[in-house]
């Protein structure tokens, strides 16, 4: 394998994801030194396998977009909770590893709306645009969702996928020897307040049993506390999760 690229920044906000693909350049027999790690000024987290000439920097994507665009041949963001500024993603090659199977429920937590709006979730690997999750797809899977999934469930289950997908095409990618294909709708796009709205439950709403189930699933995330009711007396959250399972689990 022969990259095109020279200097590489990986940019995410996931620790375990960035471990993970540190594994999977060892499997692949890549050259770690092309690679620089970065997360975001609002993450706090340790790389455990980081090569030990590697160093885990903070950089803020907004503010340093014309050091990013000198410095470097190509972006992967993988998780990276950060929008890229149209500066950046005109002037060089930036690649998303996006946790759900655009364009549907593009944006924040796919595998929440999904629940929600019964519309597909997957991963997806994107050149990125100025748009969020919208650029052109290198590759992609759908992930089926069960009656007995949640958020944290179905998140899971994107993780390996996401590397399954970059296993499948990251040598591709480095070798700039990939096609693309549009997406055929432009779909939609869930922002951090769409989700934030959903958190508070209303105790007077009038709903069926199956949508306060989905809405508790769609939640329900492990260690994370979000659906939750005020008491009236104390005026304290209540936190509110869902454990679900069938009769084949025993």
Not at 12 to 22: P, Q, T, V, W, Y
Not at 179 to 184: A, S, V
């Amino acid at each position: 394998m022969i990259s095109v690229y020279k200097k590489i920044l990986i940019l995410s906000d996931n620790a375990h994801l960035c471990e993970r693909f540190i594994d999977l350049c060892k499997e692949l027999n890549l050259n770690l030194k092309m690679f620089n790690f970065v997360k975001s000024p609002q993450s706090d987290f340790i790389i455990k396998n980081l090569p030990d000439s590697k160093e885990l920097h903070v950089i803020s994507v907004k503010q340093n977009y014309k050091e990013l665009i000198n410095k470097f041949d190509l972006i992967f963001s993988i998780h990276c909770k950060q929008l890229f500024p149209k500066e950046l993603v005109s002037n060089m090659k930036c690649i998303n590893v996006h946790p759900g199977l655009n364009p549907y429920n593009r944006g924040w937590f796919p595998q929440v709306f999904s629940i929600l709006n019964g519309k597909p979730l997957g991963a997806t690997i994107h050149e990125i645009d100025e748009h969020i999750d919208h650029g052109a797809i290198i590759a992609q899977e759908e992930i089926k969702i069960k009656k007995t999934d949640t958020s944290g469930s179905l998140y899971n289950k994107i993780l390996d996928l996401e590397i399954q997908l970059l296993r499948d095409c990251l040598i591709s990618i480095l070798e700039n020897n990939y096609e693309t294909k549009k997406p055929e709708i432009e779909g939609n796009v869930n922002y951090k307040s769409d989700f934030n709205e959903l958190l508070e439950l209303d105790l007077t709403k009038k709903q069926t049993i199956g949508e306060t189930i989905d809405l508790l699933r769609a939640l329900t995330h492990e260690p994370y506390k979000n659906s939750y009711f005020i008491d009236e007396d104390s005026g304290d959250k209540i936190y509110v999760s869902i454990k679900l399972s069938n009769d084949n689990e025993g």
